[in-house]
């Protein structure tokens, strides 16, 4: 079960991906916190992309796609993966495709998290209080917000075109809430 979750920053995907390693009973791999805990770390990975985490820009695809191949031959992998923040655009889906094919997997489902900018712009200033983040400034999430729009959006309809099951849950209100409908959305779809 490969699962793609996409969202805009501050959608909740982080949240809404844990919550659903139970349903799917596959682990929820989030690129975003891979880096930042090589940041954390130290490491020469980490050190590398501290900067473009920090301003809220893409790290080169070759590197991703490396990071992300490593974790999904992880043995807790073996079942798939619910994708967090990976593929963020065309070329990095069809490096995914490709990966998949050569153990025989591909995507089996899209999950969309949809979430007006106001309430995201407040969710992610709010965040930024709370957890310090170093791309949780203006400047930043500007740059993320439009880089989502641009480059990732058009990864689902590169998926949609392939036939791959887009499945949209509307991101706001509570946890709770926001999960019941990701789980109401998989379901209708038979895959959870
Ligand atoms: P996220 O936690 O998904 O918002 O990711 C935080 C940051 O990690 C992004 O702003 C990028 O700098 C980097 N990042 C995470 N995933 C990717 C990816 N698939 N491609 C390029 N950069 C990424």
Redesign the pocket.
């Known amino acids: 079960m490969i699962c793609l979750l996409f969202g805009p920053?501050g959608s909740g995907?982080?949240t809404q991906a844990e919550l659903l390693t139970a349903a799917l009973g596959v682990p929820h791999v989030?690129?975003?916190?891979l880096?930042?805990a090589e940041a954390a770390a130290g490491t020469a990975l980490g050190r590398g992309?501290a900067p473009?985490?920090a301003?809220?820009?893409?790290?080169?695809?070759e590197l991703?796609q490396q990071v992300?191949e490593q974790r999904l031959r992880a043995p807790d992998a073996a079942r798939g993966a619910i994708l967090?923040?990976?593929?963020?655009?065309v070329r990095?889906a069809r490096a995914l495709d490709a990966c998949l094919a050569r153990t025989g997997r591909r995507v089996d489902v899209v999950l969309v998290l949809g979430v007006d900018e106001t309430t995201l712009i407040g969710r992610l200033v709010h965040r930024a209080a709370e957890q310090h983040r170093a791309?949780d400034n203006p400047a930043?999430i500007a740059e993320?917000l439009a880089?989502y729009r641009q480059l990732t959006e058009p990864v689902i309809d590169y998926y949609r075109g392939k036939g791959v099951p887009v499945l949209e849950a509307n991101g706001t209100g509570d946890v709770d809430t926001v999960h019941r409908r990701t789980v109401r959305a998989l379901e209708s779809a038979g895959v959870a």
């Open positions: 920053p995907k982080g989030s690129t975003g916190d880096l930042r992309v473009l985490l301003a809220g820009e893409l790290v080169p695809d991703m992300l967090d923040g990976y593929p963020r655009t990095q791309d930043s993320r880089g």
